[in-house]
């Protein structure tokens, strides 16, 4: 048992949750279109939104809005060949946005995020950016609960029959920077991110700058957002539709995500929201259960280079 004694002091407040869902990819072949995500939307999101929650006043629907255009980036994560970030609990990653087939940014938005199940580890933490601009959020990310059978010969996620969450807690830097492609070293990420080489330490992992990173596969990724869900007067959650593509591919995902965030207030989340929000994740689960992944866990996992994957 642990005894509290005195004030508890935590540098982050509790920002928002998003609740992600892993979706079967070979659902969203074909060229990529907002006609295809809001059939999706329509067709199957929408329905389970109007089955699992009552309804507003005036017997509306809590569903709102439609996807937008979907938003094309390059993402790239990396970790030293030892699994360094990845054994810390942090994973790097390097997105820059595309327009017209083209990348836009001459500078790489640069993120660095600490996720795991400790709610006060991750908000004690300091994650500090170089830059002036950089952006600090920590957040609550919910995932199907899954259960690990040994021995089983094979690597398909397991979920119960009573689907339920797990939650791992993140803290994420946020900033556009210069980031020389030929100089990428634990070194130099920590001239990006200041307190990296604290928070490896902390987590008992040897901090060694001349390390080198290495990438994993070039992304494409697309996201739609826009389709929304009313959770209570005060509570949005924002829906994202995210298509990760390797290499060339050009209609065949390699992976597929939905997932909705909702901002929280005060570091709260109001008893009616919450259950609504656990209602709609939980339905997602079973009413989806066959556009549900069930080969992966997370898309960051198969995101990273080839020994941390």
Known sequence: MCVFRGTGFMLHRLMAREYKLLL????????????????????????????????????????ERQFDPAEERIVRFWDT??????MADLAFR??????????TAERAQLTLKLRMPDFFVVASTRLTGSSDKAETKFEEDIAPLEIDIPD????????PARRSIRSRFSLSTRQTVDWDQSSHSLGNLQSRFPTLGDVIAGSNQSFDPDVVLIGGPIIREFVFEGARIRLSETITGVFSLTLWFFEAHDTRPDVAEISFKCAIEDGTMPGRAARRALALFIGLQTDLEAWVETRHSSKTSLALPGPCA
């Open 152 to 159: 089983t010969g094979h690597s398909a996620v397991l979920l």
């Open 94 to 103: 390097q997105r820059v946005t595309v327009k017209d087939e083209h990348e």
């Open 24 to 63: 079967d990819p070979a659902r969203f072949q074909g060229k990529v279109s907002r006609n295809t995500a809001n059939s999706f939307w329509n067709d199957q999101l929408k329905p389970v939104i109007d089955h699992r929650l009552d309804r507003r006043n005036g017997d509306r629907s809590r569903a």
């Open 81 to 86: 060949p030892d699994c360094t970030l990845s």
